[in-house]
């Protein structure tokens, strides 16, 4: 019985990418506001929800 190949993720809805995070030394520690810790925060919780979306988008496919 032949495999049934999964569709490979397509190149105009590529997976998101995790932000990076700052190095310690990146932080100047005068308490700015917002800090680079602060602002790495804010985009990992946007990757996180665009990569949840991003699976859902995959698995739908899948599906059909």
């Known amino acids: 019985m032949p495999k049934l190949s999964r569709p490979e993720p ?19 520690h005068s308490g700015c ?14 990757y996180e929800a665009a990569l949840e979306a991003w699976e859902a988008r995959q698995a739908a496919r899948r599906a059909h």
């Open 33 to 46: 506001s917002p800090c680079v810790f602060e602002l790495y925060e804010e985009a990992l919780d946007r």
């Open 10 to 28: 397509s190149n105009d809805d590529p997976r998101p990418t995790p932000p990076q995070r700052p190095d310690e030394d990146d932080c100047c």
